[in-house]
């Protein structure tokens, strides 16, 4: 795992040579030899056509490429960090929230319409992410951003997991996820908590929750 976490807020990650680590642009707090960072306009590894961060309205995450011998904190607007390892798997997580991660993970955009119909596309709008969602698979880390600091909760066959849209961070596993409404009379009378949606994932793998509503 080339992260190191330094303290809830602050990662190091040992940059070697002949290999490639891409993060968020600003997310650089120091770093110690030689290492060079560069501006990387097609997404990380997976080209164009998966750039990361593509949203409705067409915006995207610039991301840099480092590269070299040495190591560098990374950080980014005191948000929380959480390093989350990957064995051959999938995460799944908003571009946004992507502060840094290994260059050999293959990178994609999934529809979130295309996992739930018309309910993926609600999911989107409710938590104000978009349409589309960022992938990442192999072997390798990540390091995400979260308010409040973060909670793993396990998804097994039979135990789905219900999150709260806004809280919700990322997942990896072979997991499903269905937008369900949980409206009411109390909600249609304004008496109720107002947390009208929960996410439903379901199947084997794990979900990230954040201990707050923040959006980054």
Known sequence: MPFREINSRMVEAAILPGQRMFSQRGAMLAYQGEVSFTPNLQGGQGGLAS?????VAGEATPLMTVEGHGTVLFGHGGHHIQVIALTGDTLHVEADRLLAFDGSLEQGTVFLGSQGGVMGMVRGQVTGQGLFTTTLRGHG???????GGVIELPITPGRPVHVDPQAY???HGEVRNKLSTALGWRDMV???SGEAFQLELSGSGAVYVQASEEKL
Not at 51 to 55: D, H, Q, V
Not at 141 to 147: L, N, T
Request: charged share 15%; hydrophobic share 50%; no cysteine.
């Open 51 to 55: 750039m990361i961060g593509r949203r």
């Open 141 to 147: 880390s990540a390091a995400v951003m979260a308010h």
């Open 169 to 171: 961070v990322a997942h």
């Open 190 to 192: 304004g008496r109720g």
